[in-house]
């Protein structure tokens, strides 16, 4: 069975820190991983990694995927209270046509 | 482009009645998803279509079902709603090319209780 496991659930830190948040897959046939924002609503696209190794960045948001081990980390730096929000880590299944998405990680910035 | 829309924002059942989540997408996208997020969970999938005429199941279709008629409406049927479908509901949608163009685009959601 496909899965994808996030972690931690929950995380609640002050503004300023910095965060890294874990996905961890155990899929059939891997084609790549998406990172998403959720706040009140629908998710919005972050990052799609697809490649060992190669970080992507966006502002204060970076993200790195690792083919052998099986595991992406998000990385938030400087964090905001406009960083509040679920992050979500979907795997895109090959010839599968689907994604496979974690539990989420609650992360929470406190001013 | 609107990008995907979903009808209606909110709704309330009764145990036992039916009711249709519409969904439409203005991007010409082939493959179309509805998930359900149950409160502190992730996203499910209930069912997928990677075109017109194509549906198929994903991870927890039970008690739902779906059509897909033209390659820009995607609606989702509850026959019998139960309390446990007491849920938000996601449509999205995607464009495969030969590239990884894996990036979906998600409606807005409906937010349905089940008393």
């Known amino acids: 069975e496909d899965k994808v496991v996030q972690s931690p659930l929950s995380l609640v830190v002050h503004e300023g820190d910095t965060v890294t948040l874990n996905c961890s897959y155990e899929?059939?046939?891997?084609?790549?991983l998406l990172w998403y924002k959720q706040e009140k609503k629908a998710p919005t696209f972050l990052f799609m990694l697809t490649s060992s190794g190669i970080e992507k960045k966006s502002g204060r948001l970076s993200s790195i995927l690792d083919k052998k081990e099986l595991f992406s980390i998000l990385n938030i730096t400087a964090t905001q209270t406009g960083d509040s929000a679920i992050y979500l880590c979907?795997?895109?299944?090959?010839?599968?046509?689907?994604?496979?998405f974690g539990q989420g990680t609650r992360l929470t910035i406190n001013p | 482009n609107a990008g995907v829309t979903q009808t209606p924002k909110f709704r309330i059942l009764k145990i036992g009645q039916s009711m249709t989540l519409q969904c439409t997408q203005d991007?010409?996208?082939?493959?179309m998803y509805w998930y359900r997020q149950d409160p502190g969970m992730g996203l499910k999938l209930i069912y997928y279509s990677v075109g017109a005429g194509i549906t198929d199941k994903g991870e927890v279709p039970n008690g739902y079902n779906v059509s897909r008629s033209t390659t820009e409406d995607f609606p989702l049927r509850l026959e019998l709603a139960a309390p446990s479908q007491t849920s938000v509901y996601f449509c999205a949608s995607t464009e495969r090319l030969a590239g990884f163009t894996d990036t979906q685009y998600f409606g807005p959601g409906t937010r349905l209780t089940v008393l």
């Open positions: 991007m010409n996208h082939n493959y």
């Open positions: 899929v059939t046939n891997f084609r790549s």
């Open positions: 979907a795997v895109v299944i090959q010839g599968a046509q689907k994604l496979v």
